[in-house]
C-alpha cells in the first residue's frame, strides 16, 4: 500500500509562514506552523493511515518481531 503526500500542501504551507515571518512572529515557530498547516492539509487521509500502521504491525508480528531490546 502505498501513502501519498500531496505536494501542493507544502506550497500553501509556506506561504502562512513566510506571512507569520513577516509579522514578525519568530522565525522558529513561524516555520513550523506551515510545516503542521501543510501537513493537516494535504497529508494522507486518516484511513489510510490507519490501514498502513495497522499492515506494518501484522507484518511485524508474522515474522516474530517483539520490539527493541529483544
Known sequence: M????????ALLGLPLAIILILRKRNTTYARMSGAIVGCLVGGP???ADCQ???SRLSERHK???SGPGS
Open 2 to 9: 502505498d501513502i501519498t503526500l500531496s505536494w501542493w500542501a
Open 45 to 47: 487521509s486518516p484511513e
Open 52 to 54: 498502513h500502521r495497522c
Open 63 to 65: 515474522h516474530g518481531y
